[in-house]
């Protein structure tokens, strides 16, 4: 009698010491409650009004509410609050700098809409050309070397030529506003920003950038020159000539390229007007009048390069087995 009455204490004590311990996890609702919850969290409008049932109790407030909560036109924040916690947005970043969208080799975009205006190889300064064209950026001889001033008026033309001498120098050229180059050697950005910097690269302070090829279209023709001076107007905005960024204002309209009198010519623009541009390797530019003249002209020096290797094969002629040559 006494055993038995010291089992049952036992259990009771026990009974009471295990209900006393915290549980690891919530107890889970019935199947039927479960289901009503989760229909109400997702028939709730988006709005955040309450359905018929009226608003649902403190007890019952489910993820949604909390995310619905938050305004459509807010911005991400570095965390969003989510029933497992806060997670990582995945939505857009602004990238901290203008991301380049040049590779060397290519292909190279279009850069579509651009003001363009004319100028020329020994232009006199203006008030829109404040910096006389006598000599480039690269080439303090640049009219000397041309062979004299390459003029814009009609009447002074003979074709996309100069009337009165033969150019020593491409006469389909442009200018971009940007220099690689400074006193000190080459600019600081320059081997970050030019695409082909390292593959073009000559020794400290000499320009990867003078003679490269580019296209300007102008309605539905192509014209193709070379880059033989810096502007309209700066020599710094390497985030528009390499990068995502427009043409910074000036004098003229905003202009962002410079075309000599052969480009407009070919592509019937007037002196002032709106083209698209972009640079292009030189496998990729076809024949044309831009490939005929100039001492700076890849062309011609490619020409000439291949004019002596045929000469230099035409004396090599095979002497024939050695008995033939004994007979002669």
Request: hydrophobic share 35%; charged share 20%.
């Amino acid at each position: 009698m006494i055993r038995r009455r010291f089992y049952r204490s036992s259990a009771i004590i026990a009974t009471s010491l295990a209900a006393m311990v915290p549980k690891p996890y919530a107890k889970a609702a019935p199947k039927k409650e479960k289901n009503l919850s989760r229909s109400a969290a997702v028939s709730k409008p988006l709005s955040g009004a309450s359905g018929r049932n009226g608003p649902p109790k403190p007890s019952q407030a489910t993820a949604p509410t909390v995310i619905q909560q938050l305004p459509a036109t807010q911005p991400f924040t570095s965390l969003i609050p989510s029933p497992y916690g806060p997670i990582t947005p995945l939505g857009p970043t602004t990238p901290a700098l203008p991301v380049p969208v040049l590779k060397d080799g290519g292909p190279y975009p279009w850069r579509t809409n651009i003001v363009t205006t004319t100028f020329w190889v020994g232009e006199t300064a203006a008030k829109n050309n404040p910096v006389p064209n006598d000599k480039s950026s690269w080439d303090v001889n640049w009219a000397k070397n041309y062979g004299g001033t390459d003029s814009p008026e009609k009447a002074a033309r003979a074709g996309f030529l100069p009337a009165t001498f033969t150019p020593g120098q491409n006469p389909f050229y442009v200018a971009l506003p940007y220099n690689d180059i400074q006193a000190s050697g080459h600019k600081p950005e320059a081997a970050q920003v030019i695409p082909w910097f390292n593959r073009e690269y000559k020794g400290s302070g000499k320009t990867v950038l003078k003679g490269r090829w580019i296209a300007v279209r102008f309605k539905d023709r192509i014209a193709y020159a070379q880059w033989e001076d810096c502007g309209p107007f700066r020599t710094d905005h390497h985030a528009y000539v390499f990068g995502n960024e427009r043409p910074k204002p000036n004098l003229n309209k905003g202009a962002g390229l410079d075309v000599s009198p052969a480009v407009r010519d070919f592509l019937g623009m007037a002196s002032t007007d709106v083209t698209d541009w972009k640079f292009v390797e030189f496998e990729e530019v076809p024949r044309g009048p831009w490939s005929t003249h100039g001492e700076n002209n890849t062309f011609v020096l490619k020409d000439r390069i291949d004019t002596v290797r045929v000469a230099e094969a035409d004396k090599i002629k095979p002497m024939g087995p050695p008995e033939k040559v004994a007979a002669e």
